[in-house]
Each structure stands twice: as structure tokens, then as C-alpha cells.
């Protein structure tokens, strides 16, 4: 047990999950994360994509973005919205790479944004499988 | 002296009030209490986003760099007000809270020789300040048709208060809103957001830790700071909410109560005038009967 340190996934409505686990993957701005116990304290914001967090099972999450925080073996993830892979609804993938792909069409985006899209769609893609 | 059948008309009438008073009252204790969860649930994500920030602003290298929705513009010229109330009424004092101190702050700041702009979420607040500082108000918003506020909403309005801000249209925002303490006492507040204001926490001063940031502070915090203001922005939308139903449960009740002594006092007053017709009658009766 002395290998596992707690996580918590905080959405503006509520603790979305409060749990112990041996290792987190996470999607960091600049590339993906794994966070394992005694990790020095950390500050970074996310990008599209999955949250994978591992314990006696795995679990996946999708979130938009977030804010995550570990300090003192907790690791902190604030997100608007994450929804669990395994609760996705049929068309949720299909839907969202598609409403992905007409904002990235938009002519009045930002550098910074087109890559956080062009990377959700990816991710999403990834999920279709 | 009332006749009769007025009475029993105001009876009746004071009665049906008391139907959908209480009608009410139990409608928003149900309601009360999911928003009391609600308010309780989004807690957590609003102090934590707090306390983020806090962490980074101690360990910013370079504080004449920082964004300006910490430090400020620099400048106290304009203020911008948002005011959070209620769609529905009867709901006691709740909106006239909000609204008083939001008054004695626009005087203050109007008396400061200070340019004020409102935002006005929720009619009736609105309609309360219309008269006096209509003017002030540069937006409205009103969310009626929702059942219940989501993060959205509050992004919303958020983003237009970023988008504002932007354009140099104010240098100080206020939230108003009332904060749920408990059902029957609301604490009408009024909450700065920018530049943000940061409660220090008194023990954790010693314990500072160094974190490690990815990418540089600069960058997580102006990608923080705005979600920053969305998230009170919704914090103070739950508190509302909570204190709204909380606010309109007690309102309802009293106003049960104060039917129902209504409804004894005129059920004693008619029963005396009842008595009374039937003495005078006896009388008469008697009287008409000795005559002959």
C-alpha cells in the first residue's frame, strides 16, 4: 500500500472521484504525464485527452481540460467536465470529433487553439477504435 | 361592522392564500435541498482553484510581468458590478439584500467620482435598481428557461466579464450575490474577482513548497485566472440559488403562519356576530310575544 498515493478529480458539481492509485497518466500541455508516488510538488495545465489512472484496475477518463496540482502525494486534477470512457454514450465520440472538425474550420482561431482541437480530435480517434 | 357573508368571504379568501403559501414553502424546501447539495458540491472546486492560485502567485518570478487579472490594471477609475438575483419572487428579502448593499456601493462609488458599469443577472434584481442606476446597466442576462444553473452559464457570463476586461472597459469587479449560511440566514456579499483577491490562510505560511511548473508560471496563469472567474462566478450562482429557496421557505412559512392567525382572528369575529344576530333576534322574538 505504501506504493499508492490518492487522487481526486474535482468538477465544478462535485468529487467526481476520490481514490488511491499507483500510478496517473495524465495529458500535460506538453505531452503526456505519468505521476508516481513522491513525485516533486507539480503545477501544469491539461489538454484534451485521457486520464489514465491505475490501480488493482484501470480506469479512463476524457476530459476537455484542467488544472492539475500534486503536492504531498495528492494529486489534484480540477476539470470542468470529465466524463469516464466507459459511460460514453454511443454517439458522444462521433459527435464531438465532428463538432471538433467545424471549429477547426472557423477562420478566427488561434495558434494555441488549433492545436488543442487538432489534438482532441486525435484523441477521440484514437477512442474509435 | 362586517356583515356576515363578508366574513365568511374573507375567510374562505385568506384561506386559499394559506393553501398556496404553503403550497410553496414545501415546493422550495424540496428544492432547498438540492441546492444546498449543489452549493456543497461545488465548494471543493472553488477553493482548491483558490488555493492553486495562491501557490502560484507566491512563487511568481518576475510580479511586474504578471497578468493583469491579479494585479490589476493599476488604475481605480471604473468599476464593474455584477449583480446575481433572482428570476422569481416571493422569495422574503432575498433580492432587497442583494440589492441594498449593491446601492450603498454604487453611491459609494458614483460619490467617489468613479465610473460605474453593471451587469445585471436575474430580472429581479434588475428591476429593483432600474430606476436609479438604469443607466449604469450595460448588460443583462437571464436565465428563466433553465431549471438549473450549470458551469456553462456561468462561463458565459465570465467570459463576457474577460472580454470587458480586455477591452479596458473596467479596472475593479465586484460579485454580489448572497451567500448561504443557513436556511433562514443569508449574508449578502459583495466579492471582488478582479484583480483577484487572495484570502491568505494563516498556518500554511511556514510549509512553502517549491513546485515544479509546466509549462512557466506566466503561462499557467493566464490560462488559470480566467477560469478563475468563471468558477466564482459559479460558486456565487449555487450560494444563490440555495439562498434563494432557503430565503422563499421561510418567507412561505411565515407567511403560513400569519394566514392562519388571520383566519382564527375572523373565525372569532364571525362567530361573535353570528352570536350577536341570533341574541338580538331572541330579543325581538320575546319582546314581539310580552307585547301581546
Known amino acids: 500500500m505504501s506504493e499508492k498515493f490518492t487522487v481526486e478529480i474535482i468538477t465544478p458539481n462535485k468529487i467526481l472521484l476520490k481514490s488511491e492509485a499507483y500510478e496517473v497518466i495524465i495529458p500535460s500541455y506538453e505531452g503526456e504525464m505519468g505521476i508516481l508516488k513522491d513525485h516533486i510538488p507539480l503545477i501544469t495545465f491539461l489538454k484534451p485527452g485521457l486520464i489514465i489512472i491505475k490501480d488493482s484496475e484501470e480506469k479512463k477518463y476524457f476530459i476537455d481540460e484542467g488544472t492539475v496540482e500534486f503536492v504531498n502525494n495528492n494529486l489534484l486534477i480540477l476539470t470542468s467536465a470529465a466524463k469516464n470512457v466507459e459511460s460514453f454514450e454511443n454517439n458522444f465520440v462521433e459527435e464531438s470529433i465532428k463538432s471538433a472538425e467545424e471549429h477547426l474550420k472557423s477562420s478566427d482561431i488561434s495558434d494555441k487553439e488549433r492545436y488543442l482541437i487538432s489534438n482532441k480530435i486525435d484523441v477521440l480517434k484514437d477512442l474509435r477504435k | 361592522m362586517p356583515s356576515l357573508d363578508d366574513l365568511k368571504k374573507r375567510i374562505k379568501s385568506v384561506k386559499s392564500t394559506q393553501k398556496i403559501t404553503k403550497a410553496m414553502k414545501m415546493v422550495a424546501a424540496a428544492k432547498l435541498r438540492k441546492a444546498q447539495e449543489n452549493a456543497e458540491k461545488g465548494r471543493p472546486y472553488s477553493l482548491k482553484m483558490q488555493n492553486i492560485i495562491l501557490n502560484l502567485t507566491k512563487s511568481i ?12 490594471t493599476g488604475k481605480d477609475k471604473s468599476y464593474l458590478c455584477v449583480l446575481l438575483t433572482a428570476d422569481r419572487g416571493l422569495c422574503g428579502g432575498f433580492n432587497s439584500n442583494i440589492c441594498k448593499l449593491a446601492k450603498l456601493n454604487f453611491k459609494k462609488i458614483l460619490s467617489e467620482g468613479k465610473i460605474l458599469k453593471i451587469i445585471a443577472v436575474g430580472t429581479k434584481g434588475l428591476d429593483q435598481i432600474k430606476r436609479e442606476y438604469g443607466k449604469y446597466v450595460i448588460k443583462k442576462f437571464s436565465f428563466k428557461d433553465k431549471k438549473q ?12 466579464v474577460i472580454k470587458l476586461f480586455n477591452q479596458d472597459e473596467f479596472d475593479k469587479c465586484f460579485l454580489f450575490y ?18 483577484a483577491e487572495i484570502q491568505e490562510s494563516k498556518d500554511k505560511e511556514e510549509n512553502f513548497i517549491s513546485y515544479e511548473f509546466e509549462p512557466e508560471e506566466d503561462e499557467i496563469l493566464e490560462d488559470l485566472l480566467p477560469k478563475n472567474i468563471s468558477t466564482q462566478i459559479f460558486k456565487a450562482f449555487l450560494e444563490n440559488a440555495a439562498s434563494e429557496q432557503g430565503s422563499r421557505m421561510t418567507a412561505m412559512d411565515n407567511a403560513t403562519r400569519n394566514a392562519g392567525e388571520l383566519v382564527d382572528k375572523l373565525t372569532i369575529n364571525y362567530n361573535r356576530s353570528r352570536q350577536a344576530s341570533i341574541t338580538k333576534e331572541l330579543i ?6 310580552e307585547s301581546l
Open chain 2, 61 to 72: 518570478s518576475d510580479p511586474q510581468n504578471a497578468p493583469k487579472l491579479l494585479t490589476g
Open chain 2, 149 to 160: 444553473i450549470s458551469f456553462d452559464e456561468a462561463q458565459i457570463i465570465g467570459n463576457e
Open chain 2, 178 to 195: 448572497n451567500n448561504f449560511k443557513n436556511v433562514i440566514t443569508q449574508i449578502p456579499q459583495a466579492q471582488q474577482i478582479i484583480p
Open chain 2, 284 to 289: 325581538e322574538i320575546i319582546s314581539g310575544a
